[in-house]
Each structure stands twice: as C-alpha cells, then as structure tokens.
C-alpha cells in the first residue's frame, strides 16, 4: 500500500482523486460542499490563473487558499499541457521556444512569457502546496525527432524549475516549503518514457506525473506508457496520473502504481446528466482491472421520470439521501441550476467512496 502524502496543509490518503478547481474553484459547488462529501485535495491551473484574475489579485487575497476558501492541500499544474493545446488550435496564439514559452491573449492581445522560473515562481505566489515543473507536451503520434526536442526541454526545464524552487525555498524561510512534482514526456515511444524519467529522477522530485495523454481515439487507456513510466521512476515516488479519471481508467492505472489523479471528466459528466453509480454486488467490493463495477445514468433519459428510487441505492451523496432520481430528471428538465449541483457531488462522491475502496486491501 502506497504511503500517506504529507503536506503543508494536510496528509493526502493514497490514492486520491483530486477534482479540478482549474480557475480556482470546482464549477456549481463550494467548498464547503467538497469537504462535506470528502474531498481532501484539489487541483488549480497556475496558467488560467495567471491569465485571470492575476497572481497578483490572489496573492493580496493571502494566497490561493483563502481565495478560494479551502483549507485542504492544493497542486496547481503549470498549464504546460493548456499552453501547448491552445497553440496548437491555433499557431497565432503564441510559440513555444526552447528556453520559454510566448502566449498571446486572443481576446486582448496582451503576451505571457512563460519560463521555467516564472512558473515556479507564480505557484509560490498563489501559495500552492504541490509545485508542478513546466513541461513541452506534445501529441502521442508525433513524429521522433519532435518528441525527442520535447523530452530533452521537459527535462532541462524541470532542473531550471528544480533550481528556482530551491532558491525560492531559501529565500523565504517562511515555514514548511512546498512541494515539487515533475512531468513525464515522451509520447508512445518506450525509449523516450524511460529516458525522461530516468534523467528526471536523477534530478529528483517529491512526485511525478505523466505526462500527454494515453488514450486511443476511442478513449481507451493505453496501459503500456503508464507502465513504462511507472517501472522507470523511483517505487516509493508518488506518481500522478494527469488528466486521467475514468472510473475503469483509474484501476488500471492505479494498479500500475499510480497513487495520485486529477481528471475534469465526473464534474462535466455531472453538468451534461451523466452519473456514475456502482452496479449490485459492487457496493462494498475493491475493484480490479476489468471489473465491470459500475454503469452510467443518464438521467435525461425519459425512464428516469418516473424513477422514484435514488440514482443510487446506498449511497450517502445529497442528491441520493435527500432526492430521488425522477427529482433529478426533472431539475434538468426545467433548467433549474440545483441540478448541475446535485449531479457534481454525486459525481464527486462516487470518486471518493471508489478510492477509500482502492486504499482497503485486496
């Protein structure tokens, strides 16, 4: 069993599920409502958030915590994978270099000079408990050569990032410092994957995520770069999936050693009135690569006006406690904006009870 993460603000219990506050905060609900359903952690993208409202706004504030009222742990992601999608829907947008990154607002035109540095630096501005290094992603089916240059800046970018952070640690002695994960890169090729996490954890890091994104265009997990990354890392390094948060997705990458996730999939879901739930005889149950332990709802389905019962028998979220699923139906049906709400702590609550079930022993 993975150890406990320590941080600053709290001890995370592995595995987690950390729900995406991109812009610092989780859309339709509070943070009261996360801590209430069990959420310990969150995770901000120090990218949008410089974009708006500002580092600056936040750090007057006293820092992304109290912000956005939450007192739990919280990473904020560099926005290296932001950065690269946005430019790549559109070259105008801006250009990645091999020391920086230039970004252009499309709705202002003001310009964003995106270092290593700066980015380490705009996280300990908003106070964030998780650093994340500034990465190049690139697409998985990128040609050789261009995954190679993005490795080798993902890797002399983590140890400019490892440099700034050591010297911001120095310099302002304020207390228990923060932590500092790296990224991964290296698309499809198994070489790359290796040469990457090896060179990173020679560097060394609190924790690593990977990188890109491991999905086949039916949204099926590609096991073998999990794998790949996961066998080249330090074992008792924490290892955060990014951006993976399918249920099924999650078991299998959990079971390849992945303690930590992040994914902006049950939020959405929830919002577009599709919910998860265990299917019978999963109630209580670990589940393992390939379990088929749960189904989708769709509750704008017209079967679900009539439908009486909670979305799901015993669980304990405020939409199933309190209200049945024809309730549900019916809040989307009318507009009312409870619905997206009810449906998010669903969601949420549904990735809580599956990871207190992954941390119990087989």
Not at 339 to 358: D, G, K
Request: proline residues 7%; neutral net charge; aromatic residues 8%.
């Amino acid at each position: 069993m993975a150890e406990p993460l320590d941080t600053r603000r709290g001890t995370l219990a592995v595995p987690t599920f950390l729900p995406d506050a991109t812009r610092a905060g989780v859309r339709g609900v509070s943070s009261e409502d996360l801590r209430a359903i069990g959420i310990e952690g969150v995770v901000v993208n120090a990218f949008h958030l410089l974009r708006r409202p500002g580092a600056r706004v936040v750090q007057a504030a006293g820092g992304i915590h109290r912000f956005m009222d939450w007192d739990g742990p919280i990473l904020s992601d560099s926005g290296g994978f932001q950065v690269w999608s946005l430019i790549r829907q559109d070259p105008n947008r801006g250009i990645i270099r091999d020391n920086e990154v230039i970004f252009r607002e499309p709705s202002t035109g003001e310009k964003w000079n995106l270092t290593p540095e700066r980015v380490v630096g705009l996280q300990f501005q908003l106070g964030s408990d998780i650093v994340v290094c500034l990465d190049d992603c690139t697409d998985a089916e990128a040609p050789e050569a261009e995954q190679e240059r993005s490795v080798e800046r993902t890797v002399r970018w983590a140890r400019r990032s490892r440099e700034e952070f050591d010297r911001q640690v120095r310099q302002r002695r304020d207390g228990v410092p923060p932590r500092i994960f790296a990224v991964v890169q290296g698309g499809g090729s198994e070489a790359l994957r290796r040469q990457c996490a090896s060179a990173l954890a020679e560097i060394g890091f609190d924790g690593y995520g990977f990188g890109g994104w491991p999905l086949d265009a039916d949204a099926g997990l590609l096991a073998d770069p999990l794998r790949w990354v996961a066998d080249a890392l330090p074992p008792e390094a924490p290892k955060h999936a990014l951006g993976i948060g399918r249920p099924d997705h999650v078991v299998t990458a959990h079971a390849l050693g992945y303690s930590m996730f992040d994914c902006a999939l049950p939020t959405r879901d929830a919002r577009h009135g599709r919910l998860y739930a265990f299917r019978s005889g999963w109630e209580e149950r670990r589940p393992e690569p390939g379990d088929p332990f749960y189904r989708a709802v769709r509750i704008h389905d017209p079967e679900h006006r009539v439908a009486h019962a909670p979305i799901e028998e015993g669980c304990d979220c405020p939409a199933c406690s309190r209200h049945s699923a024809a309730y549900l139906h019916h809040l989307f049906k009318v507009g009312d904006l409870s619905a997206e709400r009810l449906a998010t702590l669903h969601n949420l609550r549904f990735y809580v009870r599956l990871f207190q079930r992954l941390r119990s022993a087989a």
